[in-house]
Nanobody, 122 residues
Framework: QVQLVESGGGLVQPGGSLRLSCGAS????????MGWFRQAPGKEREFVAT????????LYADSVKGRFTCSRDNAKNTVYLQMNSLKPEDTAVYYCAAGLRPGTSTSLYDYWGRGTQVTVSS
């Protein structure tokens, strides 16, 4: 079992930055692929980024490529999402997730956090 808790969300102006964190319980964090997803009101949950278990590989959605950076610190059981140049369309609840196989589908991830709200507005 892995328990995930996101933090770092909030209200930010367009063009601003936020860093989300996701802390994980358990001793096997370094075995898991970690992903970030988001869900805006009335929309399906969508893939944002994923990072391999070692942190050596990352993959991003086209909509965030070049603006968001995913990283992890296995010693701290934490994965991060640095979000720069934020846009109003980035407004959503952001979730982190853990799984054993890399990919962009929600079905590949077995454990989910409860999410943190990110609102981009002037």
């Amino acid at each position: 079992q892995v328990q995930l808790v996101e933090s770092g969300g909030g209200l930010v102006q367009p063009g601003g930055s936020l860093r989300l964190s996701c802390g994980a319980s358990g001793r096997t964090f370094s075995s898991y692929v970690m992903g970030w997803f988001r869900q805006a009101p009335g929309k399906e949950r969508e893939f944002v980024a994923t990072i391999s278990s070692s942190g050596g590989r990352t993959l991003y959605a086209d909509s965030v490529k070049g603006r968001f950076t995913c990283s992890r610190d296995n010693a701290k059981n934490t994965v991060y999402l640095q979000m720069n140049s934020l846009k109003p369309e980035d407004t959503a609840v952001y979730y982190c997730a853990a799984g054993l196989r890399p990919g962009t589908s929600t079905s590949l991830y077995d454990y989910w956090g409860r999410g943190t709200q990110v609102t981009v507005s002037s």
